[in-house]
């Protein structure tokens, strides 16, 4: 039951994002663009099959630049996919990275979106820095039987708390399997 509520929640609000975002691109007009990736449509043709990296933003970007640089060391031959949210994220992973790596936006965390962006990459893993936790994807990474590794991830009290405060949402999440490796 609370599932169908924060899925159907999410599309309810989404004249709101759509008023955030055009309100936001007047400062920043790169909000303006690629709003079909935020919806699991692509404009270029993504590789498939390798490792999938979410960075939200550049504070995460920044602190996933080692472990993309290892990982295309390590996996020279496999295409590594980062997305994030924020123009700001991307801007920080094309220059990190330029065609290193390919770059989208993680769509809205949506079953429609989320199925055609997973068609789309079919990572075999897949990387999330921090705790950006999206209980849709984690399902449908769950129900492909896609591994999943929290990276760098930490709680602070406060965010602990707002949790806390979800009840049983988070405990769902939280039996979703994945792998927690947290770095101090």
């Not at 970007?61 to 924020?86: F, G, N």
């Not at 290193?100 to 997973?118: I, T």
Request: charged share 20%.
């Amino acid at each position: 039951m609370l599932e169908l509520l924060y899925t159907a929640l999410l599309y309810l609000i989404q004249p709101l994002i759509w008023i955030r975002l055009w309100v936001r691109g007047r400062k920043a007009p790169a909000y303006r663009k690629r709003w079909g990736e935020r919806y699991g449509f692509y404009r270029h043709p993504l590789k498939p099959g390798g490792i999938m990296l979410h960075s939200v933003s550049v504070g995460e970007t920044l602190a996933a630049i080692p472990l993309v640089r290892a990982l295309r060391h390590r996996y020279p031959d496999l295409p590594i996919t980062v997305t994030t949210m924020t123009p700001t994220g991307s801007e920080r992973v094309q220059s990190a990275f330029g065609k290193d790596v390919q770059h989208v936006y993680l769509p809205y965390d949506l079953p429609d979106a989320l199925n055609r962006f997973l068609n789309k990459v079919d990572p075999k893993l897949v990387l999330i820095m921090e705790t950006e936790l999206w209980p849709k994807l984690i399902a449908a990474l769950h129900k492909r039987k896609i591994p999943l590794v929290i990276a760098n991830a930490r709680l602070s009290a406060r965010s602990a708390a707002g949790y806390a405060k979800l009840g049983k949402i988070r405990p769902s999440l939280a039996a979703s399997y994945y792998a927690d490796c947290c770095a101090k």
